[in-house]
């Protein structure tokens, strides 16, 4: 028997050996001047003797930006420093030096004013109180104001409960709006270090207050003095100031139209009709006022009727009758005003169509396969905040990175390439560039759903 002896071939595969990346590693990541002058106590001076590098730039208003190496940041402290020991005693100390400089602030007697502050001050206050909600409110409060004084004297020469209850409703307004003048004072207040997304959510806080308010001290109230009215019932003494609720009528009629007017002004602008306008509290100080003072109307014809009733029948039955009326009304308001500023402080969605719209306009780039998890937040004044997971397309991406490269130096560049060290730094090179590519299209994507879609001003695409 003749064995046969077979040359077998094994074909190892070459592969790279597992890096551990340590500390030292991220010691190569970059840091910017700022954070390098605050948390490393260094001047302008010294970080211009550090290598520089551009990047792209995570800000609209800018394209690119110079960043440093923390390795070289690091060096260049401890340079200047002496120790790590000395550089920490200097970070204690500058904290100390702010927070005593904090503190004096508030002692130091006030500056003197300069006189462009009040041209400013003044093109603020009619930015905001002289056109769109803060003129609804800004009429509201003068309204109801003198409403209140007119219907407390009223009161205390017919001793009506109605009229109480009706007086009180005009106060309870008057105080909710000088709330909601407060919210839309507060909502235009530019964004912060502590609240990066801005303040427009304050309008709604004021209307949520608004709401609560109108119930304990509106409702509450009328109700009160109705109950007190069926148990110790009082004849109205006298019937000469129930012209006061005609009065009443007639202003508040004009600050419901005042209301009305721009709540339709506003739905037409964002393509709603008044009824979903009103329901999804898009512009939550118009919709008080609005609200409010249909309550009005409805309370003074209501107040007006019982009156009349009692003063014809002389049973003051009707009257006490008259103020429960008006707080079930005014209960019926909170409760409406209380739940849908709830709903739109909890982030709600915005609507199907729109978040379908901005899909679609994602999903038609060549750039992106698919959107996963979209969400769109109303946060509230007509702003808008988008997040979606976006399945990049890495051809197209990487196409992209190669149509602003020399073909021929890449090609001579792997024609270098013999060795799996050879390869490994080919790819380095060039794969954090098709990365740097690929933040550069998440940018491009972010910036024309801006500038598509007016209403959204915070994009977060998230790469799957």
Known sequence: MQSKVENIQVKVRAVLKKREYGTKYTQNNFITAVRAMNEFCLKPSDLSQ??????????????????FLRSDVEAKALEVWGSPEALARERKLRKQVEEEYKESMLFVAAPSVDPRAFVQIEKWMRTTFLQGPGKVVSVAICI???????????????????????????????????????????????????????????????????????????????????????LNPQPIESLLWVSDLGLAFFSILATLLVAISEIKKSAQLQGLSFYEYVMQSRDPSTNVVLLEDAAAVLGVILAASCMGLTSITGNPLYDSLGSLGVGALLGTVSAFLIYTNTEALLGRSIQAEHVQKLTEFLENDPAVRAIH?????????????????????????TRSYLEKQDIDQILHEIQQVKTPEDLENFMLKHGENIIDTLGAEVDRLEKELKHRNPEVRHVDLEIL
């Open 50 to 67: 550090l290598r520089k590098i551009r990047r792209r730039s995570p800000h609209d208003d800018t394209e690119a930006f110079t960043v």
């Open 144 to 230: 109801n104001g003198l409403n209140f004084i007119f219907k407390i004297l009223a009161w205390v020469y017919t001793g009506s409960a109605s009229m109480f209850s009706e007086a009180i409703h005009s106060l309870a307004d008057t105080c909710n709006q000088g709330l909601l003048a407060l919210g839309i004072s507060q909502s235009v207040r530019n964004p912060d270090a502590v609240h990066p997304y801005g303040f427009s959510n304050m309008r709604y806080i004021a209307s949520l207050i608004s709401g609560v308010g109108i119930f304990m001290m509106g409702a509450g109230l009328s109700w009160y003095h109705g109950i007190m009215g069926l």
């Open 373 to 397: 998890d979209v969400k769109a937040t109303d946060m509230g004044l007509s702003k808008v905040r988008f997040k979606a997971e976006v399945d990049f397309d890495g051809r197209v991406v």
